[in-house]
């Protein structure tokens, strides 16, 4: 989880990532930040993130963002 609270307070210094839960809701992170998160995520954590994940519910939090990703690792 520290490795992905590190990727997204590099895109976002002042969010709070470990509390917040509407990260596209309010549209805190946008369609650019999505696509440098999947790139960053894919090079960190060795997964690959398909069109179907690509949801906001995946995306709304740190918590669900990483949910995925060990969803993801489980499956390879």
């Known amino acids: 989880m ?3 609270l590190e990727i ?3 895109l976002h210094p002042e969010v ?3 509390t ?3 990260l596209i809701d309010d549209k805190i992170l946008d369609s650019f930040d ?7 995520i894919c090079d960190q954590f060795d997964v690959t993130i398909s069109a179907e994940h690509i949801i906001p ?3 709304n939090s740190a918590k669900a963002l990483y949910a995925l990703i060990q969803k993801l690792e489980d499956e390879e």
Do not use: A, G, Q, R
């Open 2 to 4: 520290e490795e992905l």
């Open 8 to 10: 997204l307070t590099d």
């Open 16 to 18: 709070d990532f470990e």
């Open 20 to 22: 917040c839960e509407t």
């Open 57 to 59: 519910k995946n995306f």
């Open 34 to 40: 999505i696509v440098s998160l999947i790139s960053e």
